[in-house]
């Protein structure tokens, strides 16, 4: 049986473009319940934490910096196929490549920029997830 979990952060691009509440509107729907949802802030050290898998990747520096420039808005979604079902809404890394409805075709600036990150696998949604929420914070 497929996850009923997914994690997803709006970007700081999106955050500080005032795009969170068009995003969320997307998510839901798109069928999804969010189950936690918080506006915090990364720190380098937190952001270096979070995307330590791409330590040894020539843009993990700039993603670090980037990921910890502004406000994100982290959530866990539920819905039945979260994980497949979130990746087709949120389109392609490259905005330009993304599919007409995605959210990354309506809000991302670019790879870099792409307005949202989403889960790629089961796994990564709860270590991601459990990375921003504790237990108490989930509804």
Request: hydrophobic share 35%; charged share 30%; proline share 4%.
């Amino acid at each position: 049986m497929a996850a009923n979990k997914t994690f997803t952060m709006i970007k700081p691009d999106a955050v500080q473009d005032n795009y969170i509440g068009g995003i969320t509107q997307m998510i839901e729907e798109g069928g999804f319940r969010v189950v936690a949802l918080k506006k915090t802030r990364l720190t380098p050290e937190r952001a270096g934490k979070f995307y330590e898998v791409h330590k040894e990747r020539p843009f993990y520096n700039d993603l670090v910096n980037y990921m910890s420039s502004g406000p994100i808005v982290a959530m866990i979604l539920e819905k039945d196929n979260a994980v497949a079902d979130f990746r087709k809404l949120i389109g392609a890394t490259n905005p330009a490549q993304a599919e007409e409805g995605t959210i990354r075709k309506k809000y991302a600036k670019s790879v870099e920029a792409n307005a949202v990150h989403g889960s790629d696998s089961d796994e990564n949604a709860q270590i991601e997830g459990d990375f921003f929420f504790g237990e108490d914070e989930r509804f």
